[in-house]
């Protein structure tokens, strides 16, 4: 059965080239178009007709074989139309690349800043930036780093020529202090932007690098709204599925202080070969913690009446850690074919 | 801090494997950073922060495993075995300054012989990173690593005049240290002295002088508590961090002296294989150790952390903890432990209390907080829109350090006073960038010298200056072109930037933010003088534009012959200037156009073309454009030939034809006369 109706489909073939490389005028060309494709007797429903008489094994045999000739049928008949219209008007054709036109991007960083603040602005955060050669004051004292405290020694500070009083900020909490020594509470904002430590640069550290710090101070704001912030924000931006844990950690302007660590966003701690997580599941991307009572003091906040938290993350972590970018030199080197795959 | 994990379960009888242990630190904030194996046994070293000079000894790992599994007791060595009982005559300790010095302990063992460490000693030191150099000075460290406290053992029969005394140096003295290095000392350091000289620096480093050696006989022993200021910045000062200071510098608990002096003659009665009775005993405590009374209401736990937190939850961790509670109803008034020098305050105490019930516990919760007014800042969107501007049109942000060397500054302004890092990490980033145009240009040159044939960039970034005791601040835009603009492909030509066309592209950033863009012709180091221009708003200067000046091209190293064309603007005079839109109502009369086409001398600028027009519009002259420029047979070689269109309309009427046409002819008349142009 399939034999024959293979060796009629080919002698259809055949004929429908004849014809066509016969065919003079529209006219014909639209007659040869109802003799093969016509639903009701064009002669591919002729054999589509004939296909109910096939054992039902050898139907999907069959089957293709009808179909494979009404595609060949069709697609000739398009390219014939289309060669006589084309035949008649000037040659065009639209199926040539596109031009290349060029494209810009926002840096990597500047990318992932500006969506970790769009998350912020939406959840009701003002966006506050300060200077970056700052008052230590402000980048040290302030913030309950104690003059002569060892504390000090881990932010590595670079220090300017001729101005005691003035150090390049090791972080952007001291926008916190300017914020809080200017705008009565409730507040809250996040400040992002620029910050130094004199580290030599290699994989990990970088003498200049960008943070996004968040504060919020209000009558009644404890440590689980801090968790409750932190987890609408991680799982905007990581993912709906990812969960927070939190260690205690330290920080001179905090207390009580957390590290928080993410579930990890590929794996969620289900392969240890896993490239984000190394197998650990957990990918330590915040510091935290309720504003120190000092902190607030410093900054003519009463302790008594209100509480707040404060968080910060490196945005260079999560190029690292989102994007895969797997040596933090790389971000500041500006070559173009990094650059053109962000933003 | 190195934990021998089987030294550590001596003081805490734990029974868990090193996975389990290790999770157990990490939920109590101590993270471990490595885990080293020593001669077959488990040595962790652990992650500690600068407010807890407790965690630096096994008995304060020790301690926190204890609070935070209950089943568990902190065991300390039983010290009931080392008397301190001997006469305080015949040597003497003097402290001159008790705000220096805490609490200053020491003995004098006499008939010693110095020898090797019990091996399993040794063993336990080489573990915790310390070479075993004779029982004494082993005695000393393991003391140290054991209960945290410092100690230092002095050569008796070096020291003169039968005292000890702890005291300022005086300029001009100088003490050769241990590690054999001599220092110069003045009133910053504090001292042990004997009668005549310095023998250490106290709460740092010992003097080689007065070390133990080989022969040593007698020992004195000294356990002290220096003040932690006074140790940190004698210990800055001379550029040293010994493990001694290390402890000192956070703060070291006055309490520990005397069980640490006891452990000491306990060690050393081991290796020397006799009961050591001291010669002599003296403990200079003037002042005890003052400790905070802290109050803290019973509910406070609970509202700080959001955690449920029953009273007696609290009071039963602080109370594994160490810290003393007395119940006054609705609070407790509470004092913390000798060794816990950081807790101050009722929130510390909440850590306390969080940390050991476990951080796993915290629920998470928003919080209804709002902002009274949520200010935007205007200056941020207007900073979106150019970034997105930019790189729609086909430039790439990029993002450089904020310092740079003297010689990039100089490029940029020679004359500015720059702002200098007192200890930077090299030359070349010594001074904070005056301008961001160097930095552009060699991240163009590391580009195009990769063969990228379009490197089109920008940056944002503050720049730096001083002026007198006045530092500078401000935040600049910066954008450069170089290569092709449009690379060659079936359709369009390949086509190099030109400054035309980046003059287009700064107009069209101006217009995004409703700006007109002038461009005065001027002089600014970083450019070429051909190809210079003041770039103005509203007559006010708000950056710089042109083709980059050879020597910056050369000193960016770039290679290829290709023109840089670049911009730098002051972002803050931008957005200052630039205005809230408000609706004005447009001309509904009809305009008419009149065409002029014309030689002028190649000597005249269009910008002298355009300054004349200014000049001399006719009050109906509503607009005019350029619409051709051409050089060619018929046109004399010191001229080109300008086509230009002129729109005419007034603002309450439509004009007629001869009034425009008299408007027109009179003003280009009056145009052609003063620069000299022949109409075509
Ligand atoms: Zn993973």
Not at chain 1, 186 to 198: E, M, N, Q, Y
Not at chain 2, 161 to 184: F, K, M, N, P, T
Not at chain 2, 224 to 245: M, Q, Y
Request: glycine share 8%.
């Amino acid at each position: 059965m399939t034999d024959e109706l293979k060796k009629e489909i080919e002698g259809a073939r055949r004929s429908f080239l004849h014809d066509l490389e016969h065919v003079q005028s529209p006219e014909q060309l639209a007659a040869l178009r109802e003799r093969f494709l016509s639903r009701r007797k064009g002669q591919v429903s002729l054999f589509l007709a004939r296909l109910r008489e096939c054992p039902p094994a050898e139907k999907p045999v069959a089957g293709q074989e009808i179909n494979r000739f009404k595609e060949f049928v069709e697609e000739a008949l398009a390219g014939a139309e289309a060669a006589r219209i084309s035949a008649s008007a000037p040659w065009s054709d639209p199926s040539l690349p596109a031009s290349e036109l060029p494209v810009g991007r926002l840096h990597l960083i500047a990318d992932i800043q500006r969506r970790i603040e769009d998350i912020f602005q939406q959840l009701g955060y003002e966006i506050a930036t300060g200077p970056e050669v700052e008052r230590d004051e402000y980048n040290f004292t302030l913030l309950n780093f104690p003059e002569h405290h060892p504390a000090r020694d881990e932010q590595d500070t670079f220090f300017l020529e001729g101005h005691d009083d003035l150090l390049l900020r090791t972080h952007t909490s001291p926008m916190q202090v300017r914020y809080m020594l200017a705008h009565p509470p409730p507040l809250k904002i996040v400040s992002p932007g620029k910050a130094f430590r004199k580290d030599d640069p290699d994989a990990t550290h970088s003498p200049c690098f960008h943070q996004v710090e968040g504060l919020l101070v209000d009558r009644g704001i404890h440590f689980s709204h801090l968790k409750g912030t932190l987890e609408a924000f991680c799982r905007s931006f990581y993912g709906p599925d990812v969960v927070l844990r939190f260690r205690p950690g330290y920080f001179p302007f905090t207390e009580p202080s957390a590290e928080v660590d993410i579930s990890c966003f590929l794996c969620a701690g289900k392969n240890s070969d896993c490239r984000v997580c190394k197998g650990t599941g957990w990918l330590e991307i915040l510091g935290s913690g309720m504003v120190h009572p000092q902190v607030l003091r410093n900054c003519r906040i009463d302790p008594e009446e209100y509480s707040g938290f404060a968080f910060g993350m490196g945005i260079e972590r999560v190029a690292m850690v989102k994007y895969g970018v797997p040596d933090l030199r790389l971000l500041y080197d500006n070559d173009l074919r990094l650059l053109g795959q962000f933003g | 801090m190195k934990i021998n994990v089987e030294y550590l379960k001596r003081f805490v009888a734990c029974d868990l494997e090193d996975k389990a242990l290790k999770e157990l630190l990490a939920g109590i904030g101590l993270e471990t950073a490595e885990t080293l194996a020593s001669d077959g046994e488990t040595v962790l070293d652990i992650e500690t922060t600068p407010n807890r000079p407790d965690w630096l000894s096994h008995y304060g790992i020790a301690r926190e495993i204890a609070a935070k599994d209950h089943r568990l007791r902190f065991t300390p060595m039983d010290v009931s075995g080392a008397s301190l009982d001997a006469p305080s005559t015949g040597f003497a300790i003097h402290v001159e300054d008790a705000a220096d010095c805490r609490r200053y302990s020491g003995c004098i063992v006499r008939g010693l012989t110095v020898r090797e460490s019990p091996p399993d000693v040794q063993k336990l030191l080489v573990s915790l990173g310390f070479r075993p150099i004779n029982d004494i000075v082993d005695a000393s460290n393991l003391v140290m690593m054991t209960c945290g406290q410092p100690l230092h053992i002095f050569d008796l029969d070096r020291l003169q005049g039968g005292e000890v005394r702890v005291r300022r140096a005086r300029r001009g003295e100088s003490l050769r240290l241990l590690d054999e290095r001599d220092v110069a000392l003045d009133e910053r350091h504090l001292l042990i002295a004997d009668a005549r000289r310095p023998l250490a620096l106290a709460g740092i480093m010992g003097g080689l002088d007065s070390g133990i050696g080989p022969g040593t006989r007698h020992i004195f022993i000294e356990s002290a508590c220096f003040d932690p200021v006074v140790i940190r910045l004698g210990a800055h000062a001379l550029g040293l961090k010994t493990d001694a200071s290390y402890r000192f510098e956070r703060g070291m608990d006055a309490e520990a002296t005397l069980p640490a002096l006891k452990m000491a003659l306990l060690f050393l009665a081991r290796s020397q294989g006799r009961r050591l009775a001291p010669a002599f005993f003296q403990d200079a405590y003037p002042r005890p150790q003052e400790r905070p009374v802290i109050h803290l209401d019973k509910d406070f736990p609970a509202r700080l952390t959001g955690m449920e937190l029953p009273a007696a939850a609290s009071a039963a961790i602080l109370g594994r903890l160490g810290f003393a509670l007395r119940d006054e109803g609705g609070h407790w008034a509470v004092t913390p432990p000798s060794h816990r020098v950081d807790a101050q305050c009722r929130e510390d105490l909440v850590e306390e209390i969080a940390r050991i019930h476990g951080y796993e516990h915290l629920p998470g919760e928003m919080p209804l907080a709002a902002n009274p007014v949520l200010r935007v800042d205007g200056g941020r969107v207007a900073v979106q829109r150019l970034q997105c501007q930019l790189a729609d049109a086909g430039f790439n942000e990029v993002i450089n350090y904020v310092f740079q060397s003297p010689e990039e500054n100089l490029m940029a302004d020679p004359q500015g006073e720059p702002l200098t890092l007192k200890n930077p990490l090299g030359r070349d980033f010594s001074v904070m960038k005056n301008s961001l145009l160097p930095g552009l240009l060699k991240n163009t040159a590391a580009n195009a010298n990769q063969g990228i044939e379009r490197v089109a960039l920008f940056e944002i970034g503050n720049v730096f200056g001083q002026e007198g005791k006045r530092v500078l601040e401000s935040r600049r835009l910066a954008i450069s072109a170089c290569g092709l603009q449009q690379k060659k492909d079936w359709r369009l030509a390949a086509q190099a930037f030109d400054f035309a066309w980046f003059k287009s592209q700064l107009a069209l950033l101006g217009r995004r933010l409703r700006l007109e863009l002038a461009f005065r012709q001027g002089r600014h180091p970083a450019f070429s003088p051909s190809c210079c221009f003041a770039v103005e708003v509203d007559r006010r200067g708000c950056g710089w534009a042109g083709e980059v000046a050879a020597e910056l091209r050369r000193f960016a190293k770039l290679d290829a012959d290709a023109p840089v064309f670049a911009a730098e603007f002051d972002l803050a005079a931008l957005i200052a200037a630039a205005p809230e839109s408000r609706f004005l109502p447009w001309n509904r009369f009809p305009a008419a156009r009149r065409d002029f086409t014309f030689l002028v001398a190649k000597s005249v600028r269009f910008e002298a073309l355009r300054a004349a027009i200014e000049r001399l519009r006719p009050e109906a002259l509503e607009s005019y454009e350029l619409t051709d420029v051409f050089q060619g047979q018929a046109v004399p070689a010191d001229k080109v030939s300008l086509s230009m269109g002129f729109t005419y309309r007034a603002q309450e009427r439509t004009l007629t034809g001869d009034e425009v046409n008299a408007a027109h002819r009179g003003f280009i008349e009056r145009l052609a006369a003063e620069l000299g142009l022949i109409q075509r």
